[in-house]
């Protein structure tokens, strides 16, 4: 029997960390957004102070994500409630854990070619 690497899905892949941040396809950033798409650069709100308008890339997604991994910094930390119902009135999901497992996450939900969004807070 032979092993083989099933191919990772087309889009940004997380390669590892660095300092604060995130290494996304060669680049560094400190707080990121993902896409199945792209990758970009992202100035994260304090979590308390998060809102629907601070993921706006994601939300333009079409189709609309099955939901949002939200990486909350170097632990885990619930969002405020009104971010969370405005996604879900929109019939999006929010994944909430710490920013390293959101980014592990998402290579896993990638890979497996999840029509997933990503917002992941600085560590």
């Known amino acids: 029997m032979r092993a083989e690497r099933t ?3 087309p889009g940004p892949l997380v390669q590892g ?17 993902l896409t199945p798409e792209a ?4 100035d994260a709100p304090a979590l308390d102070r998060l809102a629907e308008a601070d993921i706006a890339p994601l939300l333009a997604l079409s189709p609309a994500p099955e939901f949002v991994l ?5 632990r885990l930390a619930f969002p ?6 405005a996604l879900e009135a929109r019939g999006i999901g929010v994944e ?7 980014a592990r996450t998402w290579g896993v939900l990638r890979a497996e070619g ?3 969004a990503a917002a992941l807070m600085p560590l």
């Open 114 to 116: 999840r029509w997933i």
């Open 39 to 42: 990758a970009s650069g992202w």
């Open 7 to 9: 191919p990772a899905a």
């Open 70 to 74: 939200l990486g909350t910094g170097s």
């Open 17 to 33: 960390f660095a300092g604060r941040g995130f290494r996304v396809d060669g680049v560094t950033h400190e707080g990121v957004l």
């Open 80 to 85: 405020p409630r009104p971010f969370v119902a």
């Open 96 to 102: 909430a854990m710490d920013s390293r497992a959101a």
